[in-house]
């Protein structure tokens, strides 16, 4: 009888637990069973590991087979546990010695012919080895991605050959090629050319210094989408940690990175069909949705009434929370959804409030497929109006209107919140906001009776104060004013359309 223990890592949501992988050789009839919560896709690994040894040389043993992946409590799929399962086989049937497997661990699909191909979610596994400080054998397919990872100890693989000569000491398999930052800076253009709109850039500016959520409401052809898709250019770099934590879940969604996006936000657009499953994520095992994808980035929903309800009223909970917990029957996963809401929207289904086609009740329909607690999340409300002008664009003569000025501000600012606080503005908790506002009695009373006169729910009451706050740090100053108030009571131009529709 063989016994052979191999160390691997599962899948759960951005963790990888880690697996052992027991293989058990027994006399008796040949067979194979596998058993420790795995499902068909793991249980199919029988045929791959058999004809994986049989076409690299070595001979399957015609024994009774038990393969255990403990814990049993942990769901397994997918074909990671391949080459585990085949470096057990060999070390219970004496090709390879116990001792060779004690500080390794494996992970990696098997083809027929012995080839060791990529899998998905490979980022957490390599974070999981590095932490636990295990050198990993793993696909060569996967090791521009896994070099993401720069503290990890890593042996990329292409065959299963070659992974036994190195267990042998016949040929030691290369490390993984070293992480290589080569993070080229993003254009300096795109900001600069935006004719007009001095307000809507205005508010881009504070949504990106405080990390607010921003909606633009405007008739078609204004420049919504041209603005939102600028937004991105103005945020800085993420810090190393950041990216790992967006690196991982891209990798668990089977998109790979390579070093020149490592450190770039991302900008997700999903297509108003979307469902409220593509935005959150789910399926059979449960994979990250879109709000996922733009985490520590931006999510830009174009034509925001054209979503669905229920697909916009999901949105809710992350956006207070930062991340999104999703149970299905085959087990349950957590996934940082930490994202900026950018949203643009036409005021009405024709592109124009004024349009004499439309009845105030019909445009107040349209606009009530919003939801009032989705709104009151959404820090800033800026109108995109039509210019009056047809001008073509033309470099602005504003010396602190170009995008290098921009990002100065924007950096400046956000700089100052992170020494202050250690977060953005737009983080801050209702508790922080007396401390961190530093409102004079004068002040707040202003506040207070501005909101009371707007009847602002107490949610709206803290963003606002939070947008005020941003402001006076893009001004440079210690404590907010009464002029910082005013303007992030301004940016509320959808409720005052909804109101304006409601009296008449």
Same mark, same amino acid.
């Given at each position: 009888?063989? %016994? ?13 637990? =880690? $697996?052992?992988?027991?293989? *058990? ?31 690299? &040389? ?6 009774? +087979?038990?393969?255990? !992946? ?12 391949? @080459?585990?399962?085949?470096?057990? +086989?060999?070390?219970?049937? &004496?090709? $390879? ?24 979610? #490979? +980022? ?7 932490? =636990? ?33 190195? #267990? ?7 490390? &993984? ?66 990216? @790992?934590?967006?690196?991982?879940? *891209? ?19 999903? *297509? ?16 990250? &949705? ?24 999901? #949105? ?25 809401? $950018? ?14 086609? #439309? ?58 919140? !992170? %020494? ?7 983080? @801050? ?24 006169? @707007? ?28 002029? *910082? ?8 131009? !959808? ?10």
């Amino acid at each position: 009888m063989g %016994m052979a223990v191999v160390k691997t890592f599962a899948g759960q949501g951005v963790s990888a637990p =880690e $697996v052992r992988v027991e293989i *058990h050789l027994a006399n008796g009839l040949p067979a194979f069973q596998l058993v420790g919560m795995a499902e068909t896709s793991v249980k199919e690994a029988r045929e791959r590991v058999r004809s994986a040894l049989i076409n690299s &040389g070595f001979d399957f043993p015609a024994k009774r +087979i038990t393969v255990n !992946l403990a814990p049993a409590d942990i769901p397994k799929f997918g074909g990671r546990f391949d @080459l585990p399962i085949a470096m057990g +086989i060999l070390a219970a049937s &004496g090709y $390879v010695s116990d001792t060779a497997l004690l500080n390794l661990a494996f992970v990696g699909e098997l083809g027929l012919n012995g080839e060791i191909k990529p899998v998905n979610g #490979l +980022i957490p596994v390599v974070m999981a080895a590095a932490n =636990e400080d295990i050198p990993l054998i793993y696909p060569g397919d996967n090791d521009i991605e896994a070099a993401l990872v720069s503290h990890a100890t890593r042996y990329p693989a292409f065959d299963l050959l070659s992974v036994y000569e190195h #267990l042998a000491g016949n040929k030691t398999l290369a490390k &993984g090629q070293p992480f290589s930052l080569n993070h080229k800076p993003q254009p300096s253009t795109g900001w600069d050319d935006i004719i007009g709109q001095a307000q809507a850039k205005r508010a881009l500016m504070i949504a990106a210094t405080g990390s607010h959520n921003l909606l633009m409401v405007g008739p078609p052809g204004t420049g919504k989408s041209l603005l939102a898709s600028r937004m991105l250019s103005l945020l800085p770099d993420m810090t190393e940690e950041e990216a @790992l934590e967006v690196a991982a879940i *891209h990798s668990v969604k089977g998109e790979r990175l390579n070093a020149e996006q490592f450190l770039q936000r991302h900008l997700r657009s999903p *297509h108003h069909t979307s469902s409220a499953v593509a935005l959150t994520g789910g399926g059979s095992h449960p994979v990250p &949705g879109e709000i996922s994808l733009a985490h520590n980035g931006i999510l830009f929903l174009d034509e925001f009434p054209e979503f669905g309800r229920k697909a916009l009223d999901v #949105l809710r909970e992350p956006l207070e929370t930062g991340d999104v917990h999703l149970s299905r029957a085959s087990g349950s996963a957590t996934y940082p959804a930490n994202f900026q809401l $950018v949203a643009a929207m036409n005021p009405s289904p024709t592109g124009d409030i004024d349009d004499n086609r #439309l009845t105030p009740q019909q445009q107040l329909n349209y606009l009530n497929r919003l939801s009032g607690p989705l709104l009151d999340r959404i820090d800033i409300q800026v109108e995109v109006p039509r210019l009056p002008d047809y001008d073509l664009p033309a470099p602005s003569n504003k010396p602190d209107d170009t995008l290098f000025q921009t990002k100065q501000f924007v950096a400046a600012a956000r700089q100052k919140q !992170l %020494m202050r606080q250690g977060k953005p503005n737009g983080a @801050l908790n209702a508790g922080e906001l007396a401390d961190i506002c530093k409102l004079t009695s004068a002040d707040l009373q202003f506040l207070q009776a501005a909101a009371k006169q @707007l009847n602002l729910s107490m949610r709206v009451f803290h963003r606002t104060l939070k947008v005020a706050r941003t402001i006076a740090d893009l001004q440079d100053e210690s404590a907010v004013s009464r002029a *910082h108030i005013a303007e992030a009571l301004g940016y509320r131009a !959808l409720d005052n359309l909804i109101k304006q529709l409601s009296s008449n």
